[in-house]
């Protein structure tokens, strides 16, 4: 186990070096940096450069750094090799030299690779990459298999599913993905000549795996929307999430999209929302529906602000008092192993339910699915249909009106 944290050199000093402590294997090694800031521009709660500061850029830097010193760490260990201070004392300097093509590891690429997304793709992207890079660090100290290029076969693949299933928790259909999103990265080096065809051909063949599921979110129905719509509380923080998620079942915004509107993007006058999306920056014009036009008249000066993370919490917490309790039974593989759960419904739901919500609703009220698409803003049909929920239920009772 390897570990870091960092601090100022001189904080009392009008520029100081960051400094790193790393702690592995019973020692401590002190390394600086070579990053100087001003005291004030130094987060001493999260360890890290402000992010108002013109250097915060460097703290890519500090994480690219350690990634390199973990990756070497995780090699040594995965071929049984002692890590010593003065070994990675050495290894260090070594790492904090320009280093040519030919010295460059795998996870310096895929460095290289996060690096150049992040100027392309949002945050919330490069978190996934960034997601998939942990994941193979500790896999390759979990299974003393060297990561590189040579290395993607059908050998590989088993290990890193089996890693992901029964180590991680993780089940096929996120491990899938995961699997998909090194795909992206193998591509990227394949494109920049870094192995040759053949082995990258031989790369593509790990594949999706079986016991993949589709997609088990939920939505509400007609019912379970309308107990929303009445449900009262002296609770301000339930009754604003109240109206948020309102606001995403009648117009389906993404929460990115519903954090970043403003008043300016809000015509009452005219009942229309205009705006581009976050996710594809796609220009939407959405029709501001009569049941929550009071919402945005009561919030006129500006939407609540609540994090994706606290908006989740509190809107499994507003769905348990309103009562959308229906048991759900979820079906998920852990490789070949198959779980089954019973869960209430409140607790599966989450922001992206509202927006599943309005197109499941639409198209029962006989919508046709490309003006839906108008609205929610998928330029695809394929990514569209993944957010229809219509039950088993619903189905046959549709069938025998119509027969």
């Not at 520029?15 to 090694?29: A, E, K, P, Q, T």
């Not at 004030?40 to 890290?48: F, I, L, P, Q």
């Not at 993905?177 to 031989?202: E, H, P, R, V």
């Not at 699915?369 to 609205?375: F, N, R, S, T, W």
Request: aromatic share 12%; hydrophobic share 35%; net charge positive.
């Amino acid at each position: 186990m390897i570990k870091f944290s960092t601090y100022l050199d001189k904080p009392s000093k009008t520029d100081s070096f960051i400094m790193m402590n790393v702690i592995c294997n019973g020692f401590r090694l002190q390394v600086s940096t070579g990053i100087k800031i001003k005291p004030n521009e130094w987060d001493r709660k999260n360890k890290r450069i402000k992010q108002q500061s013109k250097k915060a850029d460097y703290n890519k830097e500090i994480e690219r750094l350690q990634d390199r010193i973990k990756s070497f760490y995780n090699t040594q260990e995965a071929l049984n090799q002692l890590v010593t201070k003065e070994k990675l004392r050495t290894k260090i300097e070594d790492i904090k030299k320009p280093l040519s093509n030919e010295e460059k590891s795998f996870f310096d690429y895929y460095n290289d690779f996060i690096k150049f997304r992040s100027t392309l793709n949002k945050e919330s992207t490069i978190k996934k990459f960034e997601t998939l890079k942990n994941h193979l660090l500790e896999f390759q100290s979990f299974s003393s298999l060297v990561i590189d290029f040579n290395c993607f076969d059908d050998n590989f693949y088993n290990k890193f599913r089996f890693y992901l299933n029964f180590s991680k928790n993780i089940n096929n259909n996120t491990s899938g993905f995961l699997i998909k999103t090194l795909k992206t990265f193998l591509y990227y080096a394949a494109d920049k000549n870094i192995f040759n065809s053949t082995d990258f051909k031989k790369a593509l063949k790990i594949g999706r795996q079986n016991g993949e599921t589709e997609s088990q979110a939920v939505a509400l129905n007609f019912d379970e929307l309308s107990r929303i719509e009445s449900f009262t509380s002296n609770n301000t923080r339930l009754m604003n999430v109240k109206d948020l998620f309102l606001i995403q079942c009648y117009t389906g915004l993404r929460y990115s999209d519903l954090a970043n509107l403003k008043p300016v993007n809000i015509n009452l006058s005219e009942e229309i929302i205009k705006l581009h999306a976050i996710k594809t920056a796609t220009p939407l014009v959405i029709p501001i529906h009569k049941k929550i036009k009071h919402v945005f008249v009561k919030h006129i000066e500006g939407l609540p602000v609540i994090s994706n993370q606290k908006y989740n919490l509190y809107l499994k917490e507003l769905c348990r008092q309103a009562e959308i309790d229906t048991l759900i039974e979820t079906t998920n593989y852990y490789g070949t192993q198959r779980v089954d759960q019973t869960k209430p419904k409140y607790e599966m739901v989450s922001s992206h339910t509202a927006r599943r919500t309005m197109i499941t609703l639409a198209l029962k009220r006989g919508i046709i699915p490309e003006l839906i698409m108008k609205i929610s803003g998928h330029k695809s049909r394929k990514s569209f249909d993944k957010y229809i929920k219509l039950t088993q239920e619903e189905a046959i009772e549709q069938f025998k009106k119509l027969f």
